[in-house]
């Protein structure tokens, strides 16, 4: 079982920058569509932007523009630039393989922590 640990969010003033890593413990590249979700406190976990094995992206209209989805050169790695920050952006971010609109591959990682303030 792929293990992930997602890394980089912190407090950031809205405008601002962050970019979140996501390392598997194994490779992910053969894995058709890798996401970014998040969960802000009291909602459900949404999913922000994904990727396809073939560098096909998608967004949440949310984050559109502002966010970027990338894969990085190692075969275990997942990134997402986040730009322009809003404080409704405040939530926990997680990764995961995409296995339908409602399931995921993985067991869930232990996220990383975004705060944005106004």
């Known amino acids: 079982q792929v293990q992930l640990v997602e890394s980089g969010g912190g407090l950031v003033q809205a405008g601002g920058s962050l970019r979140l890593s996501c390392a598997a413990s194994g490779s992910i590249a053969s894995i058709n569509n890798m996401g970014w979700y998040r969960q802000a406190p009291g909602k459900q976990r949404e999913l922000v932007a994904s990727i396809t094995s073939g560098g096909i992206t998608n967004y949440a209209d949310s984050v559109k523009g502002r966010f970027t989805i990338s894969r990085g050169n190692a075969a275990n790695t997942l990134y997402l630039q986040m730009s322009s920050l809003k404080p409704t952006d405040t939530a926990v971010y997680y990764c995961?393989?995409?296995?339908?609109?409602?399931?995921?591959?993985?067991?869930w990682g232990q996220g990383t922590q975004v705060t944005v303030s106004s």
């Open positions: 995961n393989a995409i296995l339908s609109r409602t399931l995921v591959i993985f067991s």
